[in-house]
């Protein structure tokens, strides 16, 4: 059985920084695109940034573009997302999700394998 599973949200006052973790059981993440989205209430789900592990292929959305950045230690089949000078806009529910592609300019594709159940980040201004 495949499970993702995010950690280290919280709440941080704006200006602050968190680290969000992305576990996976069952497969190893070496050959899959992962990719982040958030939802925050009353929003839509938005593609954050993926990571392609084939070809090392990135995306970042532009509001979080020169803040966050996505990387993948293979060796504990986690993927992070640092996220710094976080924004009360960036507030919201962060998943994570094995997803077909990771396109350079729209980012995360929408459809995906597995999805995690999501970790609380709330940033205070």
């Known amino acids: 059985e495949v499970q993702l599973v995010e950690s280290g949200g919280g709440m941080v006052q704006a200006g602050g920084s968190l680290r969000l973790s992305c576990a996976a059981s069952g497969l190893t993440f070496d050959d899959h695109v992962i990719g982040w989205f958030r939802q925050a209430p009353g929003k839509e789900r938005e593609g954050v940034s993926c990571?392609?592990?084939?070809?090392?292929?990135?995306y970042y959305a532009d509001s979080t573009k020169g803040r966050f950045a996505i990387s993948s230690d293979n060796a504990k089949n986690t993927v992070y997302l640092q996220m710094n000078s976080l924004k009360p806009e960036d507030t919201g529910i962060y998943y994570c999700a094995i997803v077909w592609y990771c396109h350079s300019n729209y980012g995360p594709s929408i459809e995906y394998d597995y999805w995690g159940q999501g970790t609380q980040v709330t940033v205070s201004s």
């Open positions: 990571l392609d592990n084939n070809d090392g292929g990135t």
